[in-house]
Every structure is written in C-alpha cells, then in structure tokens.
C-alpha cells in the first residue's frame, strides 16, 4: 500500500540525535567499514558485531587486505557470525574492487548492487551513511516500523510489498541527511518498536503518527505469511582421537555450510554399535567409543539434530585408511589430523558443531 512517510522525517531525525548508540563504525563512516559492518548486521545482534568488527578491520584493514588473505583466514575471522557466504562473498566483491574500481566501494547505487553479497538493503545503507545518497534501506526492522506507522495489513514476505516501501521513502529521503534517516529507522526498529513482544510505542517519537498505535493493532502488525517448516536431519557426528590429534574434514563446496571445515559425520542417528560397526567397515579399529549426547542446530531452513561419539582410535588405524567416507566412494573427504590448539587457532568450525567441539581437549 502507498504511503506518505514525509511527516516521519523531523521525528526521526530529532529521535536518532537524542538516541543514537555509539557503534565503531559509525564513528568513522568510511565506506568500506559501514559495508564491514552491514554485512555482518544481517543475521547478527549490534552488541554482538561489535567485537568481530573490531577484530576483522584490524586484520583487513581495507579492500585489498581482504582481496588477498586466505580463505581459512577469513573464515577464522568470521567464525561465529555464521552463514559463512557472506564472508566468501565479502572476499569475491574485495577481488573485484581491486581489479576494478581502485579498491575502493563506488559511491553509486547502481554500481554497489553488482556486486556479490550487496542487495538493495546494503547498496542502500552504504551509498546513505558513507556517500549521502538519497536511496533508502529497507531491512525487516524498517518494514515492521514503516508498516505499523501506516497502519499496513500487507504481507511483509512479499517482494512487492517491500518495493512499495522503498519507493515510498525514496520519495520522501531528507536529501541532507538520507544515511541518518535511514539509521534512525532501523535504530527505532531494533530498539523501541521491537520485533518481539510488546513495541514501546510510549517512548516512540512517532506515537502521534501511528496507525497501529492509534487502531492498537502493533501485535497484529507486520503481518508475516507462514514459513515452511524446516526440514529435519538426523546426523551422528563423530571426534576421532589418535595420539593427541583430532580428525576434521571438509564439506562439499555445495549446499549447507558449504567447504567449511567440520567434524566427520554420518546422516542418519547410529547407536553406539551401529557406529562402531560403521568405523569398523572403514577401517577405523576404535580403541574406545564414548557417547556424547545430543544436540540440536538450527539453520534458516534445516535443523540437524545429531547424536555425538567420542572415538579414540588405535594408532596407525587412520592413516592405513587413508581417508574417511561419508557416504559413498564419490562423496569422500581426505581427513585433517589436528591438534585442538590447531582447530582453536587455525581452522574455522561452524557454531553447528559448539556442543561437541568442547569435548576435543
Ligand atoms: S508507536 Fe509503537 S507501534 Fe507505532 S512505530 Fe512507535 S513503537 Fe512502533
């Protein structure tokens, strides 16, 4: 639904001078340090973010650091924010900075959204906070916001709903301060008309304006359809030990946590025998299994939920071996034998595997 935001924008602007959080990266707007820091923000709590940008811009201080560092490098750096393309995606976009505008982001809209990893949420905040371009930023915190304000029953979901917004407040965009609108919204969506729970429409500067607030629809406002449900994977993850050293391996470069490093698993929940049978038919003699329990992870459209074994192999067994199967004779991943200051240092485990990376010790 069309909508006229332009008496938002005083509120907002006064709102945001008054409650803007001090964040690193807004102190110093540099371009490549607002795209750091938006692409980190997508899944990822402010509080949160903090510490890894910090860290990250002090390792990669600029594009071409980025460009260049090594995959298992990048990825260390990033180990915890999760949904680990956004990093590879970082780098691909760096690659092309360098080769093709100077290392440096293009102060262009149009130019941003070229390159991997930046839709028009992120080609919008970075071209208002760091070049002052009047496009704007919709992310889910300014669509819940916008929509309560006008009072909109349009499902959120919907592509053309969030078009909508977006030309709606390309209209209306302070052309003097469009980056500090954008923020301001988002900052009133993360901090006071929040996404779970009551909104705290008493300390809302747009109180007056709200339709929800004035029909007393916030909880009913943004309308969202239903997701699918997600998928369930059952999974039996397995710590080998041998002499002091531990066994990860690589995924596949496709599909879930695509090339990242993890313990070896096997689809499906094996009980203590099944496994032993199976390490047994690899070649693998287990000098011990110990059950680890279970654990849940959940990702945007699969949960694993895994069974854990420890495993201390007899000496010599794995390297005989070779390599670990994890499925069938196509699907094989060469094993790393590593020490746990080597996985705590050096390789990057995704959070999936938290619960179980404890026990390498
Ligand atoms: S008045 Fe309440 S519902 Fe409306 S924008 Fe403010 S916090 Fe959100």
Redesign the pocket.
Known sequence: MKYDYSPTIDFLLDWYEQNARILPWRENPKPYYVWISEIMLQQTRVEAVKAYFERFIKVLPDSKALAEVEEEKLLKLWEGLGYYNRARNLQKAAGILVSDYGGELPGDYGELLKLPGIGSYTAGAIASIAFHIAEPAVDGNVLR?MM??SGSFDDITEMKVKKQLEEDLRAVLPKDRPGDFNQAVMELGAT??IPVGK???EK?P??HL?Q??KNRT?NRIPVKKEKKPRQVQERTILILEMGGRYAICKREKKGLLAGMMEFPGVPGKLTPLMAEEYLQDLGYGAEELIPLGEAKHIFSHVEWHMTGYLVHLREGVAEAAGCYKTGNEENRASLVWALKSEIEERYSLPSAFDFYRKFVI
């Open positions: 916001v309560r304000v006071v008309c909104p705290l429409c809302c747009l109180m709200c929800a607030f916030e």
